[in-house]
């Protein structure tokens, strides 16, 4: 095998049992961050022998073995001679390792348990979640240890150094060993709090692929794929969770209209223009149905399903003016008594614009300014300048385009708010 097609299986495999591995040898081990180097050593080492000497026939359990074996070098260089060092060397043995033997190719049975795999993923999401971590941390440490991506993709998702990912990785390990995590799924009443961090980690990927906040691109499918997926393994372990489901709609009712969010040469399209023909009709019925599963818990919507019930309106709506905005007003007042947020709130006004008129909606956002909310970001002045320009007041609305073009960091956005300012100007 040429070694650009051993180093493409390594990838592959890595992305898709990388969450599977690390919880094996975490569950294992008793240690997340040692479990976690290993893992990186064990394929390290696949790197060099798979395109060398080809891939072995259960790939997941030789990386397994290789860990294991790492693991017991370590305690070895420790001198720890405990029981768990004379236990791992018994079942192990001091053979090498071959990437065609049977050895290498042998399920991990002790390891590789299909009863256990679920809880270790779903372990592994709760401790790179945990609430010891800083927001930033448990984003990177969730994309590298149960996404699977590389500390340079991460950085690129996030347009920040690759020596920034790592230290942050770093960090959230030593903080977590120093706070003596437990790897385990937490006790069923501490689950639901923590559950809270798990999703709001979720979100936050999908927010930045959904609306890039800085760079070139609006979207960042990989990224917001990448979340999508990792919503739909949490809906499976644990399925009985209504905001579980409800993020997996909301994730999948706003990935539908990707398609159409922009043209030819990836400049945004408004709403009001996109070609509805090109949204996608399956993760519509995908996210529909997820809502549904949510709806039925009889706990009533949380906050990712009220944010769902609004991206549903959207969905089945035949154009922007047939949109039903007075449920949209609605489920926008109910989300923010639930989680009052200025965002919210200008969401809030660009439905009652819609549903009310401009002058309703400038209430709202002009009680915002008023209050402070949202200094550094682009999104209050473009809807102020938005509802301006429906008002027939350019001067003033050229003004808050001005001050939004000066804030967004994105330039596909800022080529957008130009735009506008460019024809108020002709």
């Keep these: 095998m040429a070694g650009h097609e051993g180093r493409e299986a390594v990838a592959a495999v890595w992305r898709i049992e990388s969450a599977r591995i690390v919880g094996a040898l975490a569950r ?5 961050a040692l479990a ?17 000497e080809g891939v072995p026939r259960n790939p997941a359990g030789w990386l397994l073995t290789v860990g294991k074996r790492r693991a017991i070098d370590g305690f070895r260089r ?20 071959a990437a065609g033997s049977d050895e290498a190719s042998r399920p991990a049975q002790e390891l590789w348990d299909p009863d256990r795999i679920d809880d270790d993923v779903l372990a592994l999401m709760f401790i790179s979640c945990h609430p010891v971590l800083s927001p930033e941390a448990r984003v990177a440490l969730t994309l590298r240890v149960v996404g699977g991506l590389t500390s340079d993709e991460i950085a690129r998702a996030f ?11 770093t960090r959230a390990k030593k903080t977590l060993a120093a706070a003596r995590v437990p790897f385990e799924v937490p006790p069923a009443a501490e689950r639901p709090a923590r559950l809270v961090s798990v999703l709001r980690v979720v979100y936050v990927i999908f927010t930045e692929g959904s609306s890039a906040s ?22 499976r372990l644990v399925p009985d969770e209504p905001e579980a489901q409800s993020l997996l709609a909301l994730l999948e009712l706003t990935a539908a209209r990707f398609p159409a969010r922009t043209g030819p040469d990836g400049a945004p399209v408004l709403l009001e223009h996109q070609d509805r023909r090109r949204w996608d009709r399956s993760a519509i019925g995908r996210g529909r149905a997820a809502l549904a599963r949510a709806g039925k818990a009889g706990r009533g919507l949380g906050i990712y399903g009220l944010q769902a019930a609004i991206a549903e309106c959207h969905a089945v709506a035949p154009s922007v003016p047939e949109t039903d905005w007075e449920r949209i007003v609605v489920l926008y007042e109910a989300l923010d008594r639930l989680a009052p947020s200025p965002v919210v709130e200008v969401n809030r006004a660009v439905a009652v614009s819609m549903a009310h008129g401009p002058a309703a909606a400038l209430e709202i956002v002009d009680e915002l300014v008023a209050a402070g909310a949202l ?8 809807v102020r300048g938005e509802l301006l320009i ?3 007041r350019p001067a003033e609305a050229r003004t808050e385009l001005a001050q939004a073009v000066a804030c967004c960091g994105n330039e596909r956005e800022r080529a ?6 460019h024809r108020l100007d002709s």
Excluded: C, M
């Excluded at 768990?84 to 053979?95: F, V």
């Design 28 to 32: 294992y081990t008793g240690e997340f």
């Design 214 to 235: 800085s760079g070139t691109d609006l979207i960042r499918v990989d990224l917001a794929a990448e979340a999508q997926r990792l919503a739909r393994v949490l809906t």
């Design 375 to 382: 200094p550094n970001s682009h999104l209050l002045p473009s």
């Design 416 to 421: 957008v708010l130009e735009g506008k300012i």
């Design 390 to 392: 429906r008002l027939g």
């Design 36 to 52: 976690e180097d290993l893992a990186q050593e064990a394929l390290a080492e696949a790197l060099v022998t798979w395109p060398r």
């Design 159 to 169: 347009l920040v150094p690759t020596a920034t990912v790592q230290a942050r990785i």
């Design 78 to 97: 420790r001198a720890a001679l405990d029981d768990r060092y004379t236990a791992l060397a018994r079942e192990l043995g001091e053979g090498g390792i």
